[in-house]
């Protein structure tokens, strides 16, 4: 186990809703990303936050959003779900000194959206 | 377009037997290299990260090369096991004005078998 958590395991919507994905952080990193990984692909990468503040995008609209918060937890908001935003969500967690993305990131077992 | 090219895509050898997946990618500037193995359904676990400097890391049965000149790297799994049955997934990282950003290849899907 990786000591990273995430919220709810599986999660059905339907199109047009908007959805809120949950992850918790190892102990002691203060660094999370987030990745969409679609059936057979490898994941995709969506944002990181490095001490509560962005630190990279990947190709991913703005209705993908998200937040750190203080104890370094952190939220996947995802608004006007679209069909093709089913996926298995991932975060990872690190310990970036530099916010430059070198240290090991540990994934948590990820949330599977589904939308209808 | 920062890209990461896996090969094969798919791979069966039977337990015991030693087998090498390869990684090519085109993304600049190169930061880092990360090797991951993830189970079905499972997220990705780390196996290693190379650096520029590094030419060679070893993680028990697991050894990846990094050739950043042809930008190129392997990952060679030594007398395979069953639980090695998974995919396993470059990762290159790249440092730009927006932070950094990671690029996934698709994976070699290895499956071994008795």
């Known amino acids: 186990e990786t000591g990273v958590t995430q919220s709810p395991t599986h999660l059905i919507k339907t199109r047009g809703q908007q959805v809120t994905l949950r992850c918790s952080s190892q102990s002691g990193h203060n660094t999370v990303s987030w990745y969409q990984q679609a059936l057979g692909q490898g994941p995709q990468f969506i944002f990181q936050y490095y001490r509560e503040e962005e630190n990279g995008r990947g190709n991913f609209p703005p209705r993908f959003s998200g937040l750190q918060f203080p104890n370094y937890s952190s939220e996947l908001n995802v608004n006007a779900l679209e069909l093709d935003d089913s996926a298995l969500y991932l975060c990872a967690s690190s310990l970036e000194t530099r916010g430059w993305g070198a240290d090991t990131q540990y994934f948590g077992p990820g949330t599977r959206l589904t939308v209808l | ?29 190169f930061s880092n290299l990360r090797w991951y193995k993830q189970d079905t359904g499972r997220g990705p ?17 697991y050894t990846a090369t990094l050739d950043a000149d042809t930008k190129q790297s392997s990952l060679h799994i030594t007398a395979s096991q069953l639980s090695d049955s998974a995919s396993y997934i470059c990762v290159v990282s790249a440092i730009t004005g927006g932070g950094n950003k990671l690029t996934f290849g698709t994976g070699t899907q290895l499956k071994v078998e008795l």
Do not use: A, D, H
């Not at chain 2, 030693?18 to 990618?25: G, I, R």
């Not at chain 2, 676990?45 to 049965?61: A, D, H, P, Y």
């Open chain 2, 45 to 61: 676990v780390s196996l290693t990260i190379m650096t520029f400097s590094e030419n060679t890391k070893s993680n028990g049965r």
């Open chain 2, 1 to 29: 377009k920062n890209q990461v090219e896996q090969s094969p895509q798919s791979l069966i050898i039977l337990e015991g037997k030693n087998c090498t997946l390869q990684c090519n990618y085109t993304v600049s500037p």
